[in-house]
């Protein structure tokens, strides 16, 4: 080792590629919380004493890109400064260290009234006790069905690599005080999981902002309760909650309608699965709760959680709140087994509004090759899964795979809409008008699509969904 730290930026154009920063007594690069730019690009960071990149203001991160780094004493991440988000800023995981940002001590990380903050597919937040997400101005938590957006403890080594330095360890209930989107705040959350909040009986997910849009969404291992939503009036879907302490999900007033969310092992205090106060006035459809304390609880009405079933639904299948036979809901997979008795037993109509499921999958997927009809809860029996490895930017490739049983797989692309259901592939999430076949690849192997580096592209919305055909069972697609 060969001093405090490798590199100390003092307000210079720091510019550094293709190198390698190595054992320091401190860490390996010290961006001293600067405002001016830098460019560290391709650079290994690897055996230093502190933590790999110190000190970075989320402003200046965009200047990091394809860094790597690996034991380094006091985490392989980059650790963020005590200053809060006072402009518009936009967090990629390329411009992080194995995708995690490490907020110092047990601080909050403040979005102030005025600033906006963007967090894109693959970003890991994490923090001390009992450190959050403090919102007060737009944030648009950005994920995928793979990979979501994570806020979690820094003990939590599920997600990114070793944040704090300390060997794999895992984290414990009540670690952080989450997402807090205060009344004043706006923006998106798709795809965001919150991993091991509840510190200071504070909810994982507080949203008491009513023009925040949620879908996809999920709270587990919360020392408190789950998911807390205020005034929502826009239907929220596809929300998971497990494992919280209290109340998995809890709607304080508001008419958003709750659709196809999954809430299971919560309330081990004595709490709700879905509970609502005596404001909400929507209702609850194509729902599991299940082995919660109480499952659904404080409704006026069987109509509130159940309604009218569709007339090619089972009578009474709008929810669930008996053993939906999860495949390993110890471990955290929700998705529902082949005996699964929510397979095919919600209402149509209400999934074919909601489109997709928590991981992107379509809705009103076949589990026979037969006519499409909706499961319940967050997660369809989907037998392929589609993901993806790039950035959605011009010049860029991105990288896709289905995985699952054999077969081929054809994808297309086209605008984003659609609502077709089209058995026995479920929705057709792209416009039929403009849909366009790109290629026929076997499951398992990789497809790629290169960006055209044409200005002309950016800020263009464009979806891609994989037609499976079984080849072991031809009758039976997805």
Not at 19 to 25: D, L
Not at 421 to 449: N, R
Request: aromatic letters at 6%.
């Amino acid at each position: 080792m060969f001093g405090l730290r490798a590199v100390l930026a003092e307000g210079g154009a720091l510019s550094l590629a293709h190198s390698r920063i190595s054992e320091y007594e401190g860490p390996g690069l010290d961006l001293n919380s600067q405002t001016t730019a830098i460019s560290i690009l391709d650079c290994d960071i690897d055996a230093n004493a502190g933590v790999a990149i110190d000190n970075a203001r989320i402003s200046i991160l965009v200047g990091l890109d394809g860094n790597r780094a690996s034991g380094n004493l006091q985490g392989d991440a980059v650790r963020g400064s005590l200053l809060p988000v006072a402009g518009n800023e936009e967090i990629l995981a390329r411009n992080l260290l194995n995708g995690t940002l490490r907020v110092p001590g047990g601080a909050d990380l403040l979005v102030l009234n005025g600033a906006s903050l963007t967090l894109r597919k693959g970003v890991i937040l994490n923090w001390k006790s009992p450190g959050a997400l403090e919102v007060f101005g737009p944030l648009n938590a950005l994920g995928t069905g793979a990979p979501p957006v994570v806020l979690t403890s820094i003990a939590d080594d599920e997600f990114g690599a070793d944040a704090a330095g300390d060997g794999q360890t895992t984290g414990t209930p009540g670690e952080t005080r989450g997402l807090r989107m205060r009344v004043e705040s706006s923006g998106t959350l798709k795809h965001l999981r919150v991993r091991f909040a509840g510190a200071l009986n504070a909810a994982a997910v507080l949203v008491e902002s009513p023009t925040t849009t949620v879908r996809s969404v999920r709270a587990d291992r919360s020392g408190f309760s789950g998911i807390r939503l205020f005034d929502l009036n826009s239907p929220t879907v596809n929300l998971i909650a497990d494992n919280d302490a209290q109340q998995g999900i809890l709607l304080e007033g508001g008419a958003a309608d709750i659709l196809h969310a999954t809430s299971v092992n919560n309330g081990i205090d004595g709490n709700d699965g879905i509970s609502r106060n005596a404001f909400y006035t929507s209702v609850v459809r194509n729902s599991i709760s299940w082995n919660n304390a109480a499952d659904l609880a404080s409704f006026a009405s069987t109509a509130e959680i159940t309604g009218p079933p569709a007339s090619n639904a089972p009578t009474g299948a709008n929810n669930q709140t008996s053993d939906p036979l999860f495949v390993d809901a110890a471990a955290g997979d929700l998705s529902l087994d082949p005996l699964s008795p929510a397979i095919d037993a919600g209402d149509p109509a209400i999934a074919i509004l909601v489109g997709s499921d928590h991981l992107e999958a379509p809705r009103l997927l076949s589990a026979t090759g037969g006519a499409s009809l909706p499961d319940l809860g967050a997660l369809e029996n989907a037998r392929w899964q589609i993901g993806f490895e790039g950035e959605e930017a011009i010049a860029e490739v991105l990288d896709f795979t289905v995985t699952g049983d054999p077969g081929l797989a054809l994808f297309a692309y086209g605008a984003p809409g659609g609502g077709t259901v089209i058995d026995p592939f479920g929705v057709l999430l792209i416009d039929p008008q403009v849909l366009k076949q790109l290629q026929f690849v076997p499951v398992g192997s990789l497809y790629s699509v290169p960006v055209p580096n044409d200005p002309v592209f950016v800020g263009f919305n464009v979806g891609i969904q994989a037609f499976v055909v079984d080849t072991l069972n031809p009758s039976s697609h997805s």
